[in-house]
T-cell receptor, first 116, second 113 residues
Framework: KNQVEQSPQSLIILEGKNCTLQCNYTVSPFSNLRWYKQDTGRGPVSLTIMTFSENTKSNGRYTATLDADTKQSSLHITASQLSDSASYICVVSAVVIKAAGNKLTFGGGTRVLVKP | DAEITQSPRHKITETGRQVTLACHQTWNHNNMFWYRQDLGHGLRLIHYSYGVQDTNKGEVSDGYSVSRSNTEDLPLTLESAASSQTSVYFC????????????FGPGTRLLVL
């Protein structure tokens, strides 16, 4: 069964500090991995997408890494800001035999609270 | 600007009533999805559509139905609302292709009393 596990479930950090979120998956065959940011009361918004051959990808102060061998990904937030307070969701796509798209497995998310 | 909208944003209903949640996107995306999000669970797929007249069941489809009569809309119907269907519902859309980033609507918060 395809699964995506995220850790920690929640964390509190001080403004300006860095943090790293973890994502472990057992999705096969792997297609790509996305990190989404979900602000309270809003829908998720894509931050990064990584395919099998990519080890790292940045989007501003967000840097995602992928180790396809160990099936692990991380999302690093640098110099956190109050606006980084949100849930971060790891989503892994499996390739399916259908023309239109992939099968997605969602992690439970990590809730980040940035305090001043 | 192209967007995806959901209505209503908040809904309170009674057990046994039929409820329809609307989803409308203006990106002309082929793919549309309905998810529910509950505490302790990740987003769970209810139904999805890869085009007009195409609908498919997701992992938690019991008690829900969808229809796709045009590209822009995928309404979600709860045939007979149950308290277990109290949740936040998200609609999403994506373009056809391998690298299909899904764009999510703002969500509908449904309370079934």
């Amino acid at each position: 069964k395809n699964q995506v596990e995220q850790s920690p479930q929640s964390l509190i950090i001080l403004e300006g500090k860095n943090c790293t979120l973890q994502c472990n998956y057992t999705v096969s065959p792997f297609s790509n991995l996305r990190w989404y940011k979900q602000d309270t009361g809003r829908g998720p918004v894509s931050l990064t997408i990584m395919t099998f051959s990519e080890n790292t990808k940045s989007n501003g102060r967000y840097t995602a890494t992928l180790d396809a061998d160990t099936k692990q990904s991380s999302l690093h937030i640098t110099a956190s800001q109050l606006s980084d307070s949100a849930s971060y969701i790891c989503v892994v796509s499996a390739v399916v035999i259908k023309a239109a798209g992939n099968k997605l497995t969602f992690g439970g998310g990590t809730r980040v609270l940035v305090k001043p | 600007d192209a967007e995806i909208t959901q209505s209503p944003r908040h809904k309170i209903t009674e057990t046994g009533r039929q409820v329809t949640l609307a989803c409308h996107q203006t990106w002309n995306h082929n793919n549309m999805f309905w998810y529910r999000q509950d505490l302790g669970h990740g987003l769970r797929l209810i139904h999805y559509s890869y085009g007009v007249q195409d609908t498919n069941k997701g992992e938690v489809s019991d008690g829900y139905s969808v229809s796709r009569s045009n590209t822009e809309d995928l309404p979600l119907t709860l045939e007979s609302a149950a308290s277990s269907q109290t949740s936040v519902y998200f609609c999403a859309s994506s373009d056809k292709g391998r690298e299909e980033t899904q764009y999510f609507g703002p969500g509908t918060r449904l309370l079934v009393l």
